[in-house]
């Protein structure tokens, strides 16, 4: 989902930058507000942060014979609520795009929208849609992160279509162009993050019941589910 | 590490497994990054497209990137072990507590 340096027109990129940035603003105030009304949920918020690191950064095979990367960025949204994924994932997108020449700086906004904004809100929405439906949490947890990743990746398809639509079959045909390019190769990596998500999930309902408990995370959650 | 995980964390590596194995009977699997064949596909829409920006500072060689990524995604390991190895001795020792306050009496 890295659009390289330099590889959206001008006018996109900047408009891409216009788009992201209230998402990031408000996603830094969202943490300063997190810091400072619950201190306690601090040290997850920062692990929830290297969850995306590693994920992103770890470049995986794929059934299509391609390489790609998991984003990590379903697990904050779940749990502190997607806007201060914008931070989070801002933050990693820099990261990627001064030292590893991975991304960039005209194409940060896009994304930044992509991973740290659609993902996270998509994860967000489809955790509490689940749990509303009562599905057990940790089928609603892989759905989010899973499903999270795709729409980042479908999202870059759709950046890329509309920024070099097709000659002949205009935005709508490069748009299966790319996200040809992107699916089949995410599909497996997608489930592989939903699991891994889960797996940190299972572990903090094991250790960090306390945090759990302050965020609200899970509001469907009985204290039966708790004890077990 | 309850088996309920080990058993997701097994599922996980598996499906890598499979995918280096099936990835690499595709015609011409080269296990390139598909956000490098997205940027050549832009290069077939538009030949004519130069990118405009270029990155101010690029790793001198595969090997340095293999550093820095290998560092990210140690920074990460590194931070997220710690939190949930301190959660966890925070939830034992509570858990032995009890048992602490009565030997002390």
Known sequence: ?228 | MNRHNLGLIAIAVVLVVISLIMGGRQEGAEFAGADGQAMAAVATLQPDYQPWFSPIWQPPSGEVEGLLFALQAALGTGLLGYYLGLRRGQSQSRARQPDRVDAGD
């Open chain 1, 1 to 228: 989902m890295h659009i390289a340096e330099g590889f959206l027109p001008p006018l996109h990129a900047a408009v891409w930058t216009a788009v992201a940035l209230p998402f990031v603003i408000a996603g830094a105030r969202r943490a300063n507000r997190l810091m400072q009304d619950q201190p306690q949920t601090k040290l997850l918020l920062a692990a929830s942060g290297a969850f995306a690191f590693v994920l992103s950064a770890l470049k995986l095979p794929s059934v299509t014979g391609s390489c790609s990367h998991a984003t990590g960025a379903g697990l904050g949204a779940i749990l502190f609520g997607p806007s201060v994924m914008a931070l989070l994932g801002t933050i990693v997108l820099l990261f990627q795009a001064l030292l590893l020449a991975h991304g960039g700086l005209t194409t940060l906004g896009a994304n930044v929208f992509s991973m740290a904004i659609v993902g996270p809100w998509v994860a967000y929405g489809l955790l509490r849609g689940t749990q509303r439906l009562h599905a057990p949490l940790a089928v609603s947890v892989f759905l989010a992160a899973m499903l999270g990743d795709m729409a980042t990746y479908a999202v870059t398809a759709g950046q890329l279509a509309l920024a070099f639509p097709d000659p002949a079959s205009g935005v709508a045909g490069s748009f299966i162009k790319f996200i040809g390019i992107f699916a089949p190769t995410q599909l497996p990596l997608a489930v592989i993050e939903g699991l891994l998500t889960v797996v940190i999930v299972n572990l903090l309902q094991q250790y960090s019941q306390n945090e759990l408990r302050e965020l609200q995370a899970f509001p469907q959650w009985s204290a039966v589910e708790i004890r077990s």
